[in-house]
């Protein structure tokens, strides 16, 4: 809802400028973003898990979800790594324990709720929102399937219902969004027999991991995954070795997703910006470029035609005389031949005269 | 709450929706502008 | 050459006719299974690996070898080379064509098709690079589409709209150039956000640089790529100025491929250096990363400048062939090969043969469209009524 509302913002800053503008820029003035006061989280201390895969029935049983193929008390399926999938949200697997062989390590999987989400960044019809009570939540109502939020995903989290043809979602864990809204746990939580599960207010849950780190020296590893991984995520872990150990990757690094793909996105514009301009003054050289080579050409050209033009005019000039001179002479002949002729047929000669003397004129148009 | 942006993916959905609207703009406008600009040199193929 | 071209033409039961044919009723089939049964029956995708040879080899590698529509026409009509002139109609038609098949693929790769617009009429992702690479594409397809109607406006006799048409030759370049530079770029920048996932070598901050470059790199050696097939195939279709110029283009085009990948090898260098990865060069895909870039950029490099000075054409047609083989395996590496190289062998992804046939049937598609095209409209030739203009 307010996010469509600061989209119709957007377009009016855009629009129009002004006030609302000047809001953005104290936004973008302090640039280290915090997430929402007071959000919720979770704390999974895999120390206390004891492997029972109560949280996914439970999370199963909230969901609606569909039946397993192996019931939920079959601890043999543990045997197996597992990934969350369509039709699981979370998966506990059973890892080696380096330090004592005899007793096995747990670990939950289920989406994190970043708190700069991957999938969120990466959506581009934004399916997936990050609620400012700690959820991130996916709307399958826009969703295209183009799977680009499974792709970006730093823990492999999102599934996809590859064999539906007309309805296919996008299947993650929803941190029970439906459920805290009301103030009631979360399924997994909720079904958790020990304390391996804690639901509350993320900032409370980071010292509460604190706490048990220091009090219990020897205990846990000094980390708590989920602090700063990827930027921060709202479920958090607490482990007694290594989180690598219990398959959980260290080599993920603090930087927000968005922050990923912040300088690309940043660039789009300026490309915009300045191709234009760039590729127009490069045509606008090139045309110019040419004009001045068609121009010298022309010149060229019409030097050369000049030229021609004055040969060919002495030539004509020429041949006009030589002309000139031939028929002066033919007429001379022709009068000399009619004078001839006159002075042998005496009479009636007239009008020979005048025919050859239209003749005449005739071969002078023509020349 | 409102008007506030808690996280930096909300900061970008917002600046960046409005980067797209001005890009658009943008292409209308130098393209008008440059038609503006070269419209005194009366050429035009 | 061209009786032997006018006699195929007449009977149908060439090889090429009967391949097709093959290959499209299989697609068809194939096609009804797709969209009744899912995703899962033709693919073998998976949570892990939700990408397959739909993306990786008919997106990431359709755009890229698409790309000579815009280098073409930015080479004749922005930096002025008008001997190349024959050359852009062609190029023109590939790009569009290879466009239109992008976006033919992608229906068959996303879940729910029909909401292929949702981006940008229902809700707008602005701060995924798949919205801008979808943004761009849309829009590019529809400027090449601007961009080829001349030919077919000639085709269809329409002299009034055409010439309204190339009134925009100018406009429609500089936008094509802008909005093939931004998705040609954001195809790589979509593994940015997945750094995780793409091993060290492939993944750099670098990536839609090498992505704009390869493209530039591609889009040049296809052209002389296509050129030679068409002028296998249609040399009876193509009009005097264009045998002519062929030789030029290959030689021009060789050229600045030649100098575009010293270019990108470079960059290439630079970016593991940025990295600090030496030390992976000698692990097993530090070996397939030096094949690629060794043998695939820096060869190809030189073999095309050797071309170049001693007036090799064979050489640098041959060369042509081996770039776009190397666009190819680096556009595959990076969507597939080396993505998600941490996972063990058994959750990685290799296309069921149903999908392998769907790219085969969008990939005959678009001989078929092509042949029908330069047959009927005037793309290797001037039309007599309009030589003077352009
Ligand atoms: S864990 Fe994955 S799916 Fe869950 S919020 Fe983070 S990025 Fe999204
Ligand atoms: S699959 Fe759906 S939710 Fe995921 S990125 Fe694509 S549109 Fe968004
Ligand atoms: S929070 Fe809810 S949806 Fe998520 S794993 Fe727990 S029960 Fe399942």
Not at chain 2, 17 to 44: C, H, R, S
Not at chain 3, 95 to 111: I, Q, R
Not at chain 3, 292 to 316: D, H, M, Q, S, T
Request: proline residues 4%; neutral net charge; contains cysteine.
């Amino acid at each position: 809802m307010s996010i469509s509302r600061r989209k119709f913002l957007g377009w009016l800053a855009a629009a129009g400028g002004g006030a609302v503008l000047g809001k953005s820029a104290d936004a973008a003035s302090n640039k280290h973003f915090t997430g929402y006061p007071g959000s919720k989280g979770v704390l999974y201390d895999s120390v206390l898990c004891i492997g029972c895969r109560n949280c996914e029935t439970g999370c199963n049983k909230v969901n609606d979800l569909p039946a397993p193929d192996k019931p939920f008390d079959d601890l043999t399926v543990m045997d197996t790594h597992r990934r969350t999938d369509d039709k699981t949200y979370t998966v506990v697997n059973k890892y080696q324990n380096p330090n004592y062989p005899k007793s096995p390590l747990y670990r939950k999987i289920q989406c994190n709720h970043c708190l700069e989400p991957a999938c969120a960044s990466a959506c581009f019809v934004r399916a997936f929102t990050k609620t400012p009570v700690g959820a991130v939540t996916y709307n399958a109502s826009v969703c295209v399937g183009c799977r680009y939020c499974m792709i970006a995903c730093p823990f492999e989290i999102p599934a996809y219902e590859y064999d539906s043809a007309f309805s296919p979602r996008i299947m993650k864990c929803t941190m029970c969004y439906p459920r805290i809204s009301k103030g009631q746990l979360p399924g997994c939580v909720e079904a958790c027999p020990t304390e391996a599960l804690s639901f509350g207010k993320r900032d409370q849950l980071l010292k509460l991991a604190r706490e048990r780190i220091r009090k219990y020296p020897g205990r846990y590893v000094e980390h708590i995954y989920g602090e700063r991984e990827m930027g921060g995520t709202s479920w958090l872990y607490l482990s007694a070795v290594p989180f690598k150990e219990i398959g959980m990757r260290e080599d993920l690094g603090v930087t927000p997703a968005p922050e990923l793909t912040a300088g690309v996105l940043n660039a789009v514009p300026m490309v915009v910006g300045i191709w234009p301009v760039l590729l127009t003054g490069i045509y606008a050289i090139n045309k110019r470029n040419q004009k001045v080579a068609d121009a010298e050409s022309e010149a060229a050209v019409t030097v050369a035609l000049d030229q021609a033009k004055l040969e060919a005019e002495t030539k004509l000039s020429e041949a006009l005389a030589k002309a000139e001179k031939e028929k002066a002479e033919a007429i001379e002949q022709e009068v000399k031949k009619a004078l001839e002729e006159a002075a042998k047929a005496q009479e009636a000669d007239d009008s020979d005269e005048g025919e050859e003397g239209t003749g005449e004129t005739k071969t002078e148009e023509d020349a | 709450m409102e008007g506030m942006l808690h996280t930096l993916h909300e900061f970008m959905v917002y600046t960046k929706g409005i980067t797209y609207i001005l890009i658009v703009l943008a292409l209308f406008g130098i393209t008008g502008f440059w038609l503006f600009l070269t419209g005194g040199d009366e050429e035009k193929k | 050459m061209s009786e032997e071209s006018t006699t195929t033409s007449r009977s149908y039961l060439t090889p090429f006719n009967m391949i097709a044919g093959i290959i499209i009723i299989l697609g068809l089939i194939v096609t009804a299974l797709r969209f009744t049964k899912g995703l899962a029956t033709v693919t073998n995708l998976s949570d892990y690996n939700p990408w397959g040879i739909w993306i990786g080899f008919d997106l990431m590698v359709g755009v890229a070898l698409a790309a000579g529509g815009y280098v073409t026409s930015a080479a004749v009509y922005l930096f002025g080379m008008k001997k190349y002139h024959s050359a852009v109609r062609p190029a023109i038609l590939t790009g569009f064509l290879g466009y239109a098949l992008v976006v033919l693929a992608l229906h068959y790769d996303v879940g729910r098709p029909w909401r292929l617009p949702y981006p940008f009429i229902v809700q707008q992702g602005t701060t995924s690079l798949l919205f801008e690479v979808a943004a761009c594409v849309a829009l590019y397809l529809t400027v090449l589409f601007l961009e080829f109607s001349p030919a077919a406006l000639e085709w269809l006799g329409l002299k009034k709209v055409r010439r309204l048409a190339i009134r925009f030759t100018l406009i429609l370049t500089i936008f094509g150039v802008i909005l093939s530079t931004l998705h040609q770029s954001s195809l790589g920048a979509l593994f940015l956000i997945a750094p995780s996932k793409l091993h060290p070598l492939w993944y750099s901050s670098y990536l839609p640089i090498y992505f704009f470059i390869s493209s530039i790199i591609a889009g040049l050696s296809m052209v002389i790529f296509e050129g030679t097939l068409a002028h296998r195939y249609y040399a009876h279709k193509m009009d005097s100025a264009h045998m002519e110029e062929k030789d030029h283009v290959a030689l021009g085009f060789g050229k600045a491929a030649s100098f575009v990948l010293a270019g990108y090898l470079i960059t290439k260098v630079i970016g593991i250096s940025a990295g600090n990865h030496w030390h992976l060069l000698g692990t097993g895909y530090g070996i397939w990363y030096l094949v690629e870039l060794l043998g695939f950029v820096g060869l190809p490099c030189f073999l095309y400048a050797l071309g170049v000075r001693e007036k090799n054409l064979v050489l640098i047609r041959w060369t042509a062939v081996l770039t776009v083989i190397g666009v190819v395996l680096n556009r595959l590496n990076i969507s597939l090969i080396a993505f998600n190289w941490h996972l063990p062998s058994s959750e990685r992804y290799f296309p069921h043969w149903m999908e392998i046939v769907i790219s085969a049937f969008i990939v005959t598609i678009g001989l078929v469209a092509y042949r029908f095209i330069v047959s009927r409209m005037p793309i290797f030739y001037e039309h007599p009524d309009y030589k003077e203009s352009h």
